[in-house]
């Protein structure tokens, strides 16, 4: 609220142009065979940088090579680079191999082979802005008179199997070194459209910090069960204020680019996430005690990406990129509205819940429009409630920043038939003055129309598009303008999102835009509202049905401050009817089992 090593396969690449092949001259050949490295001549940042090893037989007859052009098997396959400023890179990655007679594989008079390297990135850190050199050289092994293939037991007795090269293998084996002609690439910065993110989310607080206890269990189990979360296996530690539904949208005009999310809760902790992090990987098995803080995604950003290898990676050749499909959600998932950004660029990750029993296997892909997570944070003193009355109300700000563009939604009386109220406080309220706002009268049908221009007005103002405030608004329609009582809601400075919820991106993009919408539900003070609580409570014995239901749905919808009157009433009532809702509320809303005791005031 999560890496894959890849061998090389003899397939044809795509990613070296027919220009770039004749800009590119042949290594001298040594007794019959030259080769020669195919890269791109740029790259931008974060780009997968493809290339392409190229073996030409310039002999008269036909040869066995040993087909080892892996530049993991550095003993064969010897790739140098040289980055930015004349230094030399370490290679990060490299294996060993025990070729046999059939490692050698004919290259007839003529003939080219070509062996792809998917992605540099995986041997060398290619990272950073500026110029790269690169000088390939592969050293051919020798044809040996016999190789141990196997073992058989004859008679009790352990036997090893050996077998040799053909005829024609040992007459036409090659061995000996070949170097192609060094070559350069580029890694450019990004631009602006080579990589934006976007980001809102809603950050909900209630007046009395004990209700943070509750209010989650309902929207917590309503997602789906492959969604990856620490709950309930671990016991969260206690927190005031939830942050809900933060969406983080990526953009770029780039086929493929590669990107590393972390979002770190400075206190607090995530609680559920989609897609599949990098870290922490969920492999099923028991953890230590304690909540992880933060969450790092590791995806390909387009519309396709690398295959999943679903046994022993070691083992696998690579294959080519694949077109991505957005992952199956459940029919009914609000999730499903956060795609109608349809701009955003498809998101691609590794799902990483492992196979037991097999280690670095993984069993799926994952693509969505979006990364999501759910989490429990601090509440900083924000927004209070002094005063209420008919035609308004009055706040005082606690936080350490000014409030600009409050709304407030009235509701108080709507179940009656009443007017609702609205209003929008343009002015800023600095930080410990009070402000005493009027509220407007308004229809309760067009209350959602009316509340939603100015909102969606101020989202796009603060940086997000239209799509996607129209996306948010969708989405939080009920816990904006359709919640019973006071609620108020305004946009938090960049600054305090950052400090909360500390975003990171690798590359780093240009334009990095982080919207936070702080809510106030149950607005009113403690008093009004305990005691509107306590009338509802009393209607849930009533015979009128649609009164009994009507009070049911406006406790669930208060939720956590409802919590406490409700335990007290399951206490204390012999109605079967008032117990089984209130039962029915408290599952809805109270998450207390998952959760610490909070601290003390």
């Not at 290594?27 to 997968?48: I, N, S």
């Not at 007679?101 to 992605?119: N, Q």
């Not at 009533?542 to 399951?570: S, Y």
Request: proline content about 8%; some cysteine; hydrophobic content about 40%.
């Amino acid at each position: 609220m999560c890496r894959t090593i890849v061998l090389l396969a003899a397939v044809l690449w795509a990613g070296a142009s027919g220009a770039a092949e004749k800009e590119t001259p042949w290594g001298k050949a040594h007794d019959g065979l030259q080769c020669r490295f195919l890269v791109r001549a740029e790259f931008t940042l974060g780009e997968p940088i493809e290339a392409v090893i190229e073996v030409r037989n310039a002999s008269d007859r036909q040869r066995y090579v040993a087909d080892l052009f892996n530049v993991q098997y550095t003993r064969r396959a010897k790739l140098s680079v040289t980055g930015p400023g004349g230094k030399a890179l370490r290679q990060r990655m490299s294996a060993q191999c025990r070729p046999n007679h059939r490692s050698f594989k004919p290259i007839p008079a003529g003939a080219v082979w070509r062996r792809p390297v998917e992605d540099l990135r995986k041997f060398f850190r290619l990272d950073r802005p500026g110029k790269y050199t690169l000088a390939f050289a592969y050293t051919g092994t020798k044809l040996a008179n016999r190789y141990l293939v196997g073992e058989r037991i004859t008679n009790g007795l352990r036997e090893k199997i050996y077998a040799g090269p053909s005829a024609e293998q040992a007459a036409g084996a090659w061995s000996g070194t070949i170097r192609a002609p060094a070559v350069s690439l580029v890694v450019r910065p990004l631009k602006r459209d080579d990589l934006r993110v976007h980001e809102w989310g809603v950050f909900t607080s209630y007046a009395d910090l004990a209700y943070a206890n509750a209010g989650r269990k309902a929207e917590w189990e309503s997602l789906p069960k492959f969604f990856y979360r620490q709950f309930p296996t671990r016991r969260l530690r206690w927190a005031p204020m939830t942050v809900d539904k933060p969406i983080v949208y990526f953009y770029t005009n780039r086929p493929g680019l590669d990107v590393e999310v972390t979002v770190t809760f400075s206190a607090g902790a995530p609680v559920v996430w989609w897609p599949a992090c990098a870290s922490p990987v969920d492999d099923g098995m028991k953890r230590k005690p304690g909540a992880f803080r933060s969450l790092t995604w590791r995806a390909r950003l387009g519309k396709t990406a690398p295959p999943v290898r679903a046994g022993p990676v070691l083992r696998l050749p690579p294959g080519k990129d694949q077109a991505v499909t957005e992952f199956d959600l459940p029919e009914g998932c609000w999730l499903k509205q956060a795609r109608a950004v349809k701009d955003a660029a498809p998101v691609t990750v590794v799902g990483s819940r492992l196979i037991r029993g097999r280690p670095w296997s993984t069993n799926r892909s994952e693509t969505e429009r979006f990364l999501y997570y759910d989490g429990l944070v601090p509440a900083p003193g924000l927004l209070r409630c002094v005063a209420t009355a008919a035609e308004s109300v009055t706040v005082r700000n606690s936080a350490r920043f000014p409030l600009a563009g409050l709304f407030v939604i009235d509701r108080r009386q709507a179940r009656q038939g009443k007017a609702a109220g609205f209003a929008h406080h343009v002015g800023p309220i600095a930080p410990g003055e009070t402000a005493k706002i009027s509220l407007r009268r308004v229809p309760p049908a067009d209350l959602p129309a009316k509340a939603a221009a100015p909102i969606r007005q101020a989202l796009t103002a603060a940086g997000l598009y239209a799509d996607e405030a129209d996306g948010l608004l969708k989405i939080w329609r009920k816990g904006f303008f359709e919640r019973p009582g006071l609620t108020a809601l305004y946009l938090l400075p960049r600054a305090e999102y950052d400090r909360m919820l500390p975003l990171a991106v690798t590359p780093k993009p240009p334009e990095i835009v982080r919207v936070g919408v702080a809510l106030h539900p149950n607005l009113e003070v403690a008093a009004a509202l305990d005691g509107r609580v306590r009338r509802l409570i009393g209607r849930l014995g009533e015979d009128d049905f649609r009164r009994r239901q009507a009070a049911f749905e406006d406790l669930v919808r208060i939720g956590p401050p409802a919590a406490g009157a409700v335990r007290q009433t399951l206490r204390e009532t012999k109605s079967a009817e008032v117990r089984a809702r209130c039962e029915k509320i408290l599952q809805a809303i109270d998450a207390a089992e998952y959760l610490g005791k909070p601290a003390s005031k």
